[in-house]
């Protein structure tokens, strides 16, 4: 139990002769540094307003890419009615024309049927 206590002594000893303690006597060293607190809280307002502003950013450029896209969904949409209407129209006029042409032929064959009834008639008058 002596050993134990002299070696604890010993150890001490040599741990005071390494870590000497300083003792400041005059509290003043700090004297004008702002309180800890307050340089956390000016650090946390910044990066606060930092991130604010990040995110009002992010949302303004989403806001404008999503107005953007519509604008080019609208563009989209109107070429594409465009074009049908422009396939319409081409496919009105191709069945006028072949309408009319139908009505030609059948004009023909009946102005043609018309004279050989007609021939056929006379001839069959005499």
Same mark, same amino acid.
């Given at each position: 139990?002596? #050993?134990?206590? =002299?070696? *604890?002594? $010993?150890? +001490?000893?040599?741990?005071?002769?390494?870590?000497?303690?300083? !003792? %400041?006597s #005059?509290?003043?060293?700090?004297?004008?540094?702002?309180a800890?607190?307050?340089? $956390?809280?000016?650090?946390?307002? &910044? %990066?606060?307003?930092? @991130? @604010?502003?990040?995110?009002d950013?992010?949302?303004k450029?989403?806001?404008?890419?999503? &107005?953007?896209?519509?604008?080019?969904?609208?563009?989209?949409?109107?070429? @594409?009615?465009?074009e049908i209407? +422009?396939?319409?129209?081409e496919? +009105?006029? !191709?069945?006028? &024309?072949?309408? &009319?042409? =139908?009505?030609?032929?059948?004009? =023909?064959? /009946?102005?043609?049927? /018309?004279?050989? @009834?007609?021939? $056929?008639?006379?001839?069959?008058? *005499?």
């Amino acid at each position: 139990m002596k #050993n134990a206590a =002299y070696n *604890l002594g $010993v150890a +001490e000893a040599i741990k005071s002769q390494r870590n000497p303690k300083c !003792h %400041f006597s #005059n509290p003043y060293y700090f004297d004008n540094r702002p309180a800890s607190a307050a340089i $956390v809280t000016e650090k946390k307002n &910044e %990066f606060t307003k930092n @991130l @604010l502003k990040q995110i009002d950013v992010n949302s303004k450029l989403a806001k404008k890419k999503k &107005e953007n896209q519509k604008v080019l969904e609208q563009l989209e949409w109107l070429q @594409l009615k465009q074009e049908i209407d +422009e396939q319409k129209a081409e496919l +009105e006029k !191709h069945q006028f &024309e072949e309408r &009319e042409m =139908y009505k030609k032929a059948l004009e =023909y064959q /009946v102005s043609g049927r /018309v004279a050989i @009834l007609r021939t $056929v008639h006379c001839f069959l008058a *005499l």
